[in-house]
């Protein structure tokens, strides 16, 4: 193969017979597993019954398949089936457990099939389409991930300034590092209650008393839409501005110092050579941190699920959530797949332009 | 002392002056951020030993304000006096404990294990699945980022109906190594992609296969890495909440999930809460504290190339 780093020369003495073994474990596995398959949908169609109670034998003649097709690309291509190896293992998990479940969930999608119902599934065409399209309350959670998505903006900047802080000569500089960087370790869950359901009291949590001291006389976090918005932004924010900081901060510390004191010696104020040298500098790693970051907002979803619901009247809603509940409440999963999947696409579709967009403002301008 | 004679010039000292201006702003942003992300820990953990009233009054300083007690920590049967003796809450909190411990132990390791081979892979050889070069494959695992888990959930919750894998650890387990496998991928190539080919090539000659050199050679070099990938995925399972809230209902749920059903019912105690959510989050602070290099290692992987 030609293009590889390492160039290895090997010769490879392969038997006859060694390859018709290899062939014969991957085609003698794929029976089984077509035969174990074969069996059970046909006891599903109440042709026959085999007494399965479950899908599992399916799922361990595949495993069995999956294993049988990673030892034969030793067993039939000797070095290169061992290079094949490193790669394989991943990419059949990865495969199985996304793209079988995407096509499967495809079909649900333009079902409908209450798991409580003893129906099971109706084939129903476009009626999710139909029923999302004039649902107001996905078209409402779409639109607070945009607003969601625009926060970023904010919390951008506060970490780009905390990480200039962290960057400059201080003392206790582990310290502050440990500390920045505990919110993102705990649990959303943790900290909708932390934070969302005790600090927010109003009675009795100490952020009210402490606004109440400021002189708010009635601080409501989550009463009308626009706070409520603002808290779940900020409680997202409190967890997430440390993942950018230390991109940020990772960043900084590759600038080479020369290029500032070159700036200082050419006569540039602090601002002016941050603005002319640095910012510049870090645009790629900037894009890089927003890019991941955007990733993580379009999941958010477990402090608004625990903290308000997507209340007041869905103005926290994420699209996330707004599944979660219409699962919960309604337990219908060929309309929640069908959300999910406008969903992905559109996700796909912003990220793909995003990307695209990037790339240009990142290519080195001539 | 004789009095100064030599002084500094006055435009000097207007630069001493704003130097430490400029030392003390930094200084009070550090020290309010830092007092933004910590007073919540403070706060949780302080409240699981305040009485209601104390609760109520909005005592802040332990032994100043109040007198603390187990009180949280008995609710959960973790206080001295209750640690010896029988507790259905105790017994509870430790079985999900546990769950998370397992799943997010044998998620990570399998996800480890994974990626870096064919992170691994990707860095040294040059493959072609159908029309999937290396740099489409290299896409195709980071790709699975950007997959939103709520699409793939409602599929798998049926799946798993049919599998008989709901509500089951290896359920989850499976599902978690997928969520966190591109960032392993993403931090396990910048790794490899740092470590001179040299270094096999020379183990080959010597005699070594290409596994035995990645296993003996290049292994305990990529090491560190390794390390900074592992706790990620450890932080990020352990604090997964989405996916355990759908799949698991009695035998597999995991801490997230206690908590979280707590905080649903109204009336509940705020000393228990508190002392829930602190038991939940206190491991990840110790991890946070003592292996903060290895974290921060790992996320500014891929950050500078």
């Known amino acids: 193969m030609s293009g590889d780093l390492l160039h290895v020369v090997t010769n490879d003495d392969i038997s006859d017979g060694r390859r018709r073994f290899g062939r014969f474990i991957i085609w003698g596995s794929a029976a089984v597993l077509a035969a174990v398959a074969a069996a059970q949908s046909a006891q599903l169609a109440g042709w026959t019954d085999f007494g399965f109670s479950n899908w599992r034998p399916t799922l361990y003649a595949y495993v069995l398949w999956s294993i049988c097709v990673c030892w034969a690309q030793v067993l039939i291509r000797g070095e290169q089936g061992k290079r094949v190896l490193f790669v394989l293992p991943a990419a059949l998990f990865v495969v199985s457990l996304t793209v079988f479940p995407l096509l499967f969930g495809l079909v649900i999608a333009f079902s409908d099939w209450n798991l409580s119902s003893p129906n099971g599934r109706q084939f129903n065409g476009l009626d999710n389409l139909r029923q999302m399209w004039s649902d107001p309350f996905y078209w409402n959670a779409l639109l607070n991930m945009v607003w969601y998505v625009i926060a970023i903006l904010v919390e951008y900047a506060i970490a780009f300034g905390l990480a200039l802080a962290l960057n400059a000569q201080i003392r206790a500089r582990k310290f502050f590092r440990v500390a920045f960087l505990l919110p993102l370790m705990l649990s959303p869950v943790a900290v909708s209650w932390m934070i969302g359901k005790s600090m927010l009291e109003l009675r009795f949590g100490p952020i009210s008393r402490f606004l109440r001291w400021l002189g708010w006389e009635n601080p409501s976090f989550f009463g009308d839409p626009v706070t409520a918005k603002i808290t779940i932004m900020l409680m997202d924010a409190w967890t997430y501005i440390p993942f950018m900081m230390i991109m940020i901060l990772a960043g900084l510390q590759a600038i080479p110092k020369e290029l500032n004191e070159a700036a200082k010696v050419d006569g540039a104020t602090g601002w002016k050579s941050f603005w002319e040298v640095t910012f510049p500098l870090m645009l790629p790693v900037s894009i890089t941190a927003i890019l991941i970051r955007i990733i993580f907002k379009l999941k958010l979803a477990d402090v608004v699920i625990n903290v308000t619901s997507g209340g007041p009247g869905g103005a926290t809603d994420t699209v996330t959530s707004f599944i979660f509940r219409e699962y919960r409440d309604r337990s219908n999963v060929g309309y929640g797949t069908l959300l999910a999947m406008v969903y992905l696409v559109l996700i796909v579709i912003f990220m793909t332009v995003l990307m695209k967009l990037s790339a240009r403002w990142t290519r080195p301008q001539t | ?305």
């Open chain 2, 1 to 305: 002392m004789s009095a100064q004679i030599f002084h500094d010039g006055e435009a000097d000292r207007a630069y001493r002056a704003r130097f430490w201006l400029g030392r003390g702003a930094v200084y009070a942003v550090l020290i309010f951020w830092a007092i933004i992300c910590l007073f919540p820990i403070y706060w949780t953990a302080t409240t699981s030993f305040k009485m209601a009233p104390n609760v109520m009054k909005g005592n802040m300083i332990p032994w100043v304000d109040y007198d603390p007690s187990w009180i949280g920590w008995k609710s959960l049967g973790l206080s001295p006096d209750t640690i010896g003796a029988e507790s259905t809450v105790r017994a509870e909190f430790l079985k999900r404990f546990a769950n998370s411990a397992i799943t997010a132990l044998v998620s990570s390791t399998l996800a480890v294990v994974l990626g870096s081979l064919a992170a691994y892979g990707l860095s040294r050889f040059s493959y072609r699945f159908a029309w999937m070069k290396n740099d489409d494959i290299g896409f195709f695992f980071l790709s699975q980022l950007i997959l939103p888990p709520v699409v793939l959930a409602l599929p798998f919750l049926v799946l798993y109906k049919e599998l008989a894998l709901l509500d089951s650890r290896i359920g989850l387990i499976l599902l978690y190594t997928l969520t966190v496998l591109p960032i392993v991928v993403w931090i396990m190539r910048d790794q490899f992609a740092s470590i001179p080919t040299e270094l096999e090539e020379a183990a080959l000659v010597d005699g070594l296969s290409i596994w035995g050199a990645f296993l003996t050679i290049i292994l305990p070099i990529a090491l560190p890495g390794m390390v900074a990938a592992f706790i990620l995925s450890l932080v990020l399972t352990w604090n997964e909440y989405f996916f355990a809230a759908l799949l698991t209902s009695t035998h597999a749920n995991t801490l997230p999930v206690m908590v979280a059903s707590q905080t649903g019912s109204q009336g509940i105690s705020w000393w228990s809460m508190a002392a829930l959510s602190f038991a939940a989050i206190l491991p990840l602070i110790v991890i946070g504290v003592v292996l903060e290099r290895y974290i921060i290692k790992g996320m500014a992987a891929g950050a500078v190339k």
